[in-house]
């Protein structure tokens, strides 16, 4: 009687594992599964669960890294470095459909929880979780980035592509054609401290993709991995050079400020407060010129508010101190200054 109990006890266990599909369920076996590990991850550092996550991608170290921290924390903590099991490693953005390139930037992550394919199914029990599960039974939880925002569908008009392509996600079983693919076992804690991101409080849960570890990586390694970049004959050496600095700006205030990143995208108008690459050249030419005295940094700092006014007047523009599309034009003259992808504050 008790082997008949215990028998149906397992049974019920067990079908219970495979047939999890609520996004709350979800959450609860996944914490059940890794609550060890993650907890001695978080030792010292946050309690988990964390309130605010940020999830940093690098192609070329094949890792993501999980930063967290709880509401009453000031800044974000460095959790650990995750290996990613199949995705694009090669440095350079995603500008087609098809081109089975991950993008690169910064993005938001919202939640899935259906797809047709096998590969985003898995069943949440010890004994089948390195496997692929069967669509419609099991669970199926992704994290799917917003790509393409504005600056991926400029990016790819300018290179001469209609359509960048989409449906780029994070997810387990290891395979890819464009995403950012763990094995079951590690994207467990991935999707975990993203899916527990307090997104009333702190917005949509950020996944920064980087070409590379810009720490790691020295300027003259730029030229070689921009000139092996599928997309080159489209995207100029040059040009991709650029948004990687716009990339590495962004990377720079993180680390700095370890805060989640307030962040405008497109080229709009760059205002007092914020950085960008475009700063940083136009700070270069307008101190070539005499105009600027001041550090030259990606920040547009208040040194250098008073310049931009007195040379709007110069040339008849708006005075209002902010570097919009006309200003940069008349400012830039002949030489080729990009207009900010990303601005970060």
Known sequence: ????????????????????????????????????????WCAGKIDYPPDCTVIRVFKKEKKCEIWAKNASMDSLRYITDISICSMDFEPGPKLRINDGKTPEGFYHGSFGYWSRYAWMWMELDEASLDDFGTPGTGSCFKICIEYP??????RSRSAGFGNPGGDICIHGNCVTAGCVSFTNRN?????????????????????????????????????????????????????????WHNLKVGHQVFNENKKVLQLKIGSGTVSPGWYCHTINALKTLLK????????????????????????????????DGAIGPATLRALAGNNDIPAPEYQFK
């Open 288 to 319: 070539t010129g005499g105009d600027y005295n001041g550090e030259v940094n990606s920040l547009y700092s208040s040194d250098l508010v008073p310049v931009i006014r007195l040379l709007q007047r110069r040339y008849g523009l708006a005075v």
């Open 149 to 154: 925002n504005n600056a991926d569908r400029a």
């Open 187 to 243: 994207f467990l804690p991935v999707y975990a401290f993203a899916r527990h991101h307090n997104t009333s409080r702190f917005g949509q849960v950020q996944v920064h993709i980087y070409p590379f570890d810009f720490d790691a990586v020295e300027k003259k390694e730029w030229d070689r991995l921009a000139s092996s970049y599928t997309h080159s004959a489209a995207l100029s050496v040059q040009k991709l050079i650029e948004f």
């Open 1 to 40: 009687m008790r082997f008949i109990v215990f028998l149906l006890c397992f049974t019920f266990s067990a079908g219970m594992a495979q047939n999890i599909r609520g996004p709350a369920q979800i959450l609860a076996r996944i914490d059940s599964l890794i609550s060890h590990q993650v907890r001695e």
